[in-house]
């Protein structure tokens, strides 16, 4: 049997027809059931198809969170075309690089993107759109309106396309060269993923998730497939509110969802047992960095068990998960593999370390990633012998569990999102007065880690670190930049010239603050 992921709504629909599928407390409290939520899909991939795309054609979204993302998603998938998910706080030279690199022909995007879609419009070629889709707002010149682009078209099934290898989305991460890599993933890889998380997690049906995370990383986007999958209802948040969240767990009966440990912190601060009431709310999925053992046991405190799990874009999300008495006993472990999941910790020969010494771990599964868009050199290097090598450094104790130990890759990790030091300093090195440049990650009680950059003034040059810090606003994403700046004679590199990031770790971290 071929399986279109477009189908998961499809056939949700007829089995749950009545079941809420999405509540959007900031559209007015609008509420969709399961099979309202198809018909719009299917409105979109009708509009789609007039519009002349094809399958194996990308489409580019734009979109914040909220019914017309998931919809637009499915509706690509029910076409069999690909969807590139966007990053809504990249700038217009990022994103120029992403849809360029993506050839994606149409973009659907929210009015609050207006002016850097307008930007991005005005660059002609340096990108391949051809059709410009625009949800709300005053309407561009160039573009159509969303709403009247799928008003007049039919709510019936779109004749299927693309199934199992055929690429379902390509979503980019940051490289360690500074340019962002497409992870391909197919329809195969995503239904496994889904099958993973929901054999693996405890998710019921009718389960009540709250959607806090933006829908365009891995780590938001395969929860939705799945409460799709599973039947469950999505209460979405268009951007994160600590107060709001716990809101809607009470007013909503919110049973279960996922953030970061920024969140939850956010969301301990504000937490009033007086006017909170968290009692329906089963487990807390927690990711993207490992999660502080005393903000484990705040929440055990609170009656809320915070399951930690490990994963990847590349792997399509499943890595490792941590639940029930584990999650409070073993708090510090990213738990055992998923369930569909092959999980190693491996030395540099790629033999099996013994348990507690700590080795690159590595993952092996139909989830994971078909490879990187148009880098058969980078994928070559993560995908070896059916095993994706993740770059990052654990132990795994003689019943399974494994801990994060740190990171063979650079990349930082601040509130849930990834930063490559390289993209940085890259950016840092365009300084008329900039002769060499490192970044590095400065603890951050409220982020995790932010951004320090360690900076060589060129000869018969001054340097200001707040003049540096001015000077860098606008010219990458907002949470990519520099928090911090620290001016030297010299950066330490090894005979090859590779930065001795563990070095300047040790030189500075104790130094420099991160600001409040």
Same mark, same amino acid.
């Given at each position: 049997?071929?399986?279109?992921? #477009?189908?998961? /709504?499809?056939?949700?629909? &007829?089995?749950?027809?009545?079941?809420?599928?999405?509540?959007?407390?900031?559209?007015?409290?609008? =509420?969709?059931?399961?099979?309202?939520?198809?018909?719009?899909?299917?409105?979109?991939?009708?509009?789609?198809?007039?519009?002349?795309? %094809?399958?194996?054609?990308?489409?580019?979204?734009?979109?914040?969170?909220?019914?017309?993302?998931?919809?637009?998603?499915?509706?690509?998938?029910?076409?069999?075309?690909?969807?590139?998910?966007?990053?809504?706080?990249?700038?217009?030279?990022?994103?120029?690089?992403?849809?360029?690199?993506?050839?994606?022909?149409? /973009?659907? @995007?929210?009015?609050?993107?207006?002016?850097?879609?307008?930007?991005?419009?005005?660059?002609?070629?340096?990108?391949? /759109?051809?059709?410009?889709?625009?949800?709300?707002?005053?309407?561009?010149?160039?573009?159509?309106?969303?709403?009247?682009?799928?008003?007049?078209?039919?709510?019936?099934?779109?004749?299927?396309?693309?199934?199992?290898?055929?690429?379902?989305?390509?979503? @980019?991460?940051?490289?360690?060269?500074?340019?962002?890599?497409?992870?391909?993933?197919?329809?195969?890889?995503? /239904?496994?993923?889904?099958?993973?998380?929901?054999?693996?997690?405890?998710?019921?049906?009718?389960?009540?998730?709250?959607?806090?995370?933006?829908?365009?990383?891995?780590?938001?986007?395969?929860?939705?497939?799945?409460?799709?999958?599973?039947?469950?209802?999505?209460?979405?948040?268009?951007?994160?509110?600590?107060?709001?969240?716990?809101?809607?767990?009470?007013?909503?009966?919110?049973?279960?969802?996922?953030?970061?440990?920024?969140?939850?912190?956010?969301?301990?601060?504000?937490?009033?047992?007086?006017?909170?009431?968290?009692?329906?709310?089963?487990?807390?999925?927690? #990711?993207?960095?490992?999660?502080?053992?005393?903000?484990?046991?705040?929440?055990?405190?609170?009656?809320?068990?915070?399951?930690?799990?490990?994963?990847?874009?590349?792997?399509?999300?499943?890595?490792?998960?941590?639940?029930?008495?584990?999650?409070?006993?073993?708090?510090?472990?990213?738990? =055992?593999?998923? &369930?569909?999941?092959?999980?190693?910790?491996?030395?540099?020969?790629? %033999?099996?370390?013994?348990?507690?010494?700590?080795?690159?771990?590595?993952?092996?599964?139909?989830?994971?990633?078909? #490879?990187?868009?148009?880098?058969?050199?980078?994928?070559?290097?993560?995908?070896?012998?059916?095993?994706?090598?993740?770059?990052?450094?654990?132990?795994?104790?003689?019943?399974?569990?494994?801990?994060?130990?740190?990171?063979?890759?650079?990349?930082?990790?601040?509130?849930?999102?990834?930063? @490559?030091?390289?993209?940085?300093?890259?950016?840092?090195?365009g300084h008329p007065a900039v002769a060499d440049a490192a970044v590095i990650g400065l603890p951050s009680p409220k982020w995790g880690e932010v951004p320090l950059a360690v900076v060589v003034p060129r000869k018969d040059s001054t340097l200001e670190p707040a003049e540096l810090l001015a000077w860098c606003k606008g010219r990458l994403a907002t949470f990519?930049?520099?928090?911090?700046?620290?001016?030297?004679?010299?950066?330490?590199?090894?005979?090859?010239?590779?930065?001795?990031?563990?070095?300047?770790?040790?030189? @500075?971290?104790?130094?420099?603050?991160?600001?409040?």
């Amino acid at each position: 049997m071929q399986m279109n992921i #477009g189908q998961f /709504l499809a056939r949700r629909a &007829f089995l749950s027809p009545t079941v809420e599928a999405v509540v959007e407390p900031a559209a007015g409290n609008r =509420r969709l059931d399961f099979r309202a939520l198809n018909e719009r899909c299917n409105r979109v991939a009708h509009a789609l198809r007039a519009s002349g795309v %094809r399958p194996g054609d990308r489409v580019a979204l734009l979109l914040m969170n909220g019914a017309e993302f998931m919809e637009s998603f499915f509706a690509v998938a029910k076409i069999g075309a690909v969807n590139v998910p966007l990053n809504w706080r990249l700038l217009a030279d990022e994103l120029e690089f992403i849809l360029k690199d993506a050839g994606a022909t149409v /973009l659907l @995007y929210d009015q609050s993107f207006a002016p850097v879609v307008a930007e991005l419009q005005h660059r002609g070629d340096k990108t391949d /759109l051809r059709t410009w889709v625009q949800l709300g707002g005053t309407l561009q010149p160039f573009a159509v309106d969303y709403a009247a682009w799928t008003g007049g078209m039919p709510a019936d099934e779109p004749e299927p396309a693309g199934a199992d290898d055929d690429l379902l989305f390509i979503m @980019y991460t940051s490289g360690t060269t500074g340019l962002p890599k497409g992870v391909m993933h197919s329809h195969r890889t995503v /239904l496994w993923s889904a099958m993973n998380v929901v054999a693996s997690a405890d998710f019921h049906y009718k389960d009540r998730f709250l959607t806090a995370l933006p829908l365009f990383h891995v780590g938001a986007l395969m929860p939705s497939l799945c409460c799709v999958y599973r039947g469950c209802t999505q209460v979405i948040l268009k951007a994160f509110d600590p107060r709001l969240a716990w809101e809607l767990i009470r007013d909503e009966q919110i049973t279960t969802t996922l953030l970061v440990p920024a969140m939850l912190q956010f969301m301990q601060a504000v937490y009033d047992p007086q006017a909170h009431d968290a009692r329906t709310l089963r487990w807390v999925l927690c #990711g993207a960095a490992p999660v502080p053992v005393t903000l484990v046991k705040a929440y055990a405190e609170m009656g809320v068990e915070v399951h930690q799990l490990y994963g990847l874009t590349e792997s399509c999300g499943p890595g490792c998960l941590i639940m029930g008495e584990d999650a409070l006993t073993r708090a510090g472990s990213t738990g =055992r593999a998923y &369930f569909y999941t092959e999980v190693r910790v491996v030395d540099i020969d790629g %033999r099996d370390c013994p348990p507690g010494e700590p080795g690159e771990i590595v993952l092996r599964g139909p989830h994971n990633m078909v #490879g990187y868009w148009n880098r058969p050199d980078a994928t070559a290097q993560a995908l070896r012998d059916g095993w994706l090598h993740t770059g990052d450094v654990g132990t795994m104790d003689p019943e399974g569990f494994v801990t994060i130990r740190d990171r063979i890759k650079d990349m930082l990790i601040s509130g849930g999102e990834n930063i @490559y030091p390289a993209e940085v300093e890259n950016m840092l090195l365009g300084h008329p007065a900039v002769a060499d440049a490192a970044v590095i990650g400065l603890p951050s009680p409220k982020w995790g880690e932010v951004p320090l950059a360690v900076v060589v003034p060129r000869k018969d040059s001054t340097l200001e670190p707040a003049e540096l810090l001015a000077w860098c606003k606008g010219r990458l994403a907002t949470f990519k930049l520099p928090k911090a700046a620290v001016v030297v004679t010299e950066i330490p590199r090894n005979p090859s010239g590779k930065i001795l990031k563990r070095v300047l770790r040790e030189q @500075y971290l104790d130094k420099v603050r991160a600001p409040e």
